[in-house]
């Protein structure tokens, strides 16, 4: 090997090297990667998404009539629908109550369904025919009511209803509440819906307290002396 080639050599390698070096300081283009920022252009912004059309059951909070209705959820069983309705006292004065919750019925586009409301319930299912009583509610506390119908279809000729929305007054002629059905108010084409009276609810029940528990003994009891053992 000359003199002349192995300087030539040196040379490359050195500018070999120098590249290596410059492209490991240059910023890589990553963009798009986990972590980094939004990579659209300042001023755009993504379309929302659709909100869902399913009715969602707002945080408890009080009217100012001083009346919260809300659902209790449901149960389905053989065709026959139950939904538990919840009137809440969350005022400041007593409220006197007597009768049955008032209901209208809306399907998808929030007109309303006509159905016939069957108080007690007896057309649709036995047990819920008990007369309304009168009783007064103090702050916090609840009534109670059941909303029942049958997903019954007897005429291939006429549509079935399918309800999306129930609106509640505690009763006749006070202001509604849009509450949770809790699914579709499917009354197939039986045109009619039950409800029963309202009955005052049960105090909760208190939680039991656990007692304290005993310390667990040790190993050895202290007054014990251990044994003299002799060699």
Known sequence: MT?????????TGVALAMALVLGACAPAD???????????????????????????????????SGLRVR?????????????GLELVNCGDQP???????????????REPITLRVVPGAKEITPGFDHPPQQFTLQKGERAVATVLWRNLVTDST?????????????????????VDPDGPIDVGNTGRIGV??????????????QPAQPP??????????????RL
């Open 95 to 109: 409220y006197r109550l007597k009768g049955y919750p008032a209901l209208r019925v809306l399907d998808e586009q």
């Open 71 to 83: 659902t209790r959820g449901s149960d389905a069983a053989m065709g026959l629908r139950a939904l």
């Open 30 to 64: 990553h963009r798009g990667q986990a972590g980094d920022g939004p990579s659209r252009l300042p001023g755009v912004t993504a379309t929302p998404s659709p909100t869902p059309s399913a009715y969602v059951s707002p945080p408890f909070w009080c009217p100012e």
């Open 158 to 178: 006429v549509p079935a209803t399918n309800g999306a929305y129930l609106l509640v007054a505690p009763t006749a002629g006070q202001p509604v509440e849009d």
């Open 196 to 209: 029963s009276a309202w009955k005052k609810a049960d105090p909760p029940a208190p939680v039991p307290t």
């Open 3 to 11: 003199l002349h080639g192995a300087a030539a050599r040196r040379r």
């Open 216 to 229: 667990a003994p040790s190993a050895v009891p202290s007054s014990v002396s251990p044994p003299d053992i």
